[in-house]
């Protein structure tokens, strides 16, 4: 979902991430609280003085954000589930969550967290603005006060919202997941829903780029893309981890691979191999012993002159940890090792022997037949309380 997020700080042993793109929203509320909001809360305020109050606002609405995911990560730690990080974007904040839950009534205390948080920090605040306006303190910290109590309440009732994977969302599937058993299905409809909710929000910013306030359109329609991204991505990734759940690299690899042994020049590895049987990732083998892989990628960097006289031991990349796996390791594991590595394909290794060649596209392959087949169910584990 994110780019490259920045660690910020740890709480309560969560990492805080920001991302890039945070800056835009924190740029955005700055400059339209000084200009706006705080000079009409607060009669004389000055430049200076409500640039400063904007800011506070914006580091509140920062800790806001951080307070409400830090709701849904305690309780999610509670159920046992791991908490990669919270990270802060240009849309709000999200928890990141290693697994799904495993019952509806734990997803549903997880996404009702963090609405719950938002509104007893909003009633807090209000209750603090009501006690500073009877003891006749500054109009500013009113001011502040009274914006950190709205944003809270707007950032509990949007979140409730019942578009996936907002936590509105989360729960209309949960209450699916309970009544069907089935997580897939119940995440299926729950996308539909959402994509309903997305496709408003940019016919609403599109209807509003006509409109006066024309330019508050185009953030309606960039949070509908959004929302439609991410419940699609989220659907997609629960399809993927549900189709190989208890599944193996030894169940899913390629056995038997073609392959090169080091003296073979790239002229015969291309010709022989790469062209003659359509691969594009070669082991290189002496012997018995696995020394490594030879790929297209290096070929590109070797001109086609001296392919004749180039040999594969001369560009292999060796075996090692970073680009091998080992038979028992789960497809699940493996997935996520792409996803986080950027590396597509693997050597499968038995003490310094070939045993086979893994790569995405068998990972994809594999759910594709079992999607086709109807095979993928999300009922593993239990919808019903726990």
């Given at each position: 979902m994110f780019g490259n997020p920045v660690r910020a700080f740890e709480i309560l042993g969560f990492q805080v991430k920001v991302d890039a793109s945070w800056l835009i929203i924190a740029a955005l509320l700055v400059w339209t609280l000084s200009s706006g909001y705080f000079p009409q809360e607060v009669a004389g305020l000055g430049q200076a003085d409500a640039v400063v109050l904007s800011v506070a606002a914006m580091l509140g609405f920062f800790a806001s954000l951080i307070l409400h995911e830090l709701a849904h990560s305690l309780v999610a730690r509670r159920f046992g589930l791991?908490?990669?990080?919270?990270?802060?974007?240009?849309f709000g904040g999200v928890a990141e969550l290693d697994e799904e839950p495993a019952s509806a009534r734990s997803?549903?205390?997880?996404?009702?967290?963090?609405?719950?948080?938002?509104?007893v920090l909003a009633a807090l605040?209000?209750?603090?603005?009501?006690?500073?306006?009877?003891?006749?303190?500054?109009?500013?910290?009113?001011?502040?006060?009274?914006y950190l109590a709205g944003i809270n309440l707007v950032l509990a009732v949007f979140n409730l919202l019942?578009?996936?994977?907002?936590?509105?969302?989360?729960?209309?599937?949960?209450?699916?997941?309970?009544?069907?058993?089935?997580?897939?299905?119940?995440?299926?409809?729950?996308?539909?829903v959402a994509a309903m909710f997305a496709y408003a929000l940019v016919a609403l910013g599109i209807l509003s780029l006509f409109s006066p306030a024309g330019a508050g359109g185009f953030w309606f329609a960039?949070?509908?893309?959004?929302?439609?991204?991410?419940?699609?991505?989220?659907?997609?990734?629960?399809?993927?981890?549900?189709?190989?759940?208890?599944?193996?690299?030894?169940?899913?690899?390629?056995?038997?691979?073609?392959?090169?042994p080091p003296e073979a020049t790239l002229a015969d590895v291309v010709d022989n191999v790469m062209l003659a049987h359509a691969r594009s990732f070669v082991p290189v083998v002496e012997g018995d012993h696995l020394l490594g892989y030879v790929d297209s990628g290096m070929l590109t960097t070797i001109t086609r002159e001296n392919w004749a006289d180039t040999h594969?031991?001369?560009?292999?990349?060796?075996?090692?940890?970073?680009?091998?796996?080992?038979?028992?390791?789960?497809?699940?594991?493996?997935l996520d090792r792409i996803a986080r590595t950027g590396r597509r394909k693997f050597l499968v290794a038995?003490?310094?022997?070939?045993?086979?060649?893994?790569?995405?596209t068998d990972l994809v392959s594999s759910i594709?037949?079992?999607?086709?087949?109807?095979?993928?169910?999300g009922n593993q584990g239990t919808a019903r309380d726990r």
């Open positions: 791991r908490v990669g990080s919270i990270t802060l974007f240009i997803e549903v205390l997880i996404a009702l967290a963090g609405p719950v948080a938002s509104l605040l209000w209750v603090a603005m009501q006690m500073d306006r009877a003891a006749d303190l500054s109009p500013a910290l009113r001011a502040l006060l009274g019942p578009a996936f994977p907002m936590d509105g969302g989360r729960v209309l599937r949960a209450t699916l997941w309970a009544r069907s058993g089935d997580l897939v299905e119940a995440t299926r409809i729950a996308v539909r960039l949070i509908g893309i959004y929302l439609l991204l991410a419940a699609q991505t989220t659907y997609a990734q629960l399809m993927m981890h549900t189709a190989l759940k208890g599944r193996t690299v030894r169940d899913l690899m390629t056995r038997a691979p073609v392959t090169t594969a031991a001369d560009i292999f990349e060796p075996l090692s940890p970073d680009n091998s796996v080992q038979q028992d390791v789960t497809a699940d594991a493996l038995d003490q310094g022997q070939l045993v086979g060649v893994i790569s995405l594709g037949v079992m999607a086709a087949l109807g095979g993928i169910r």
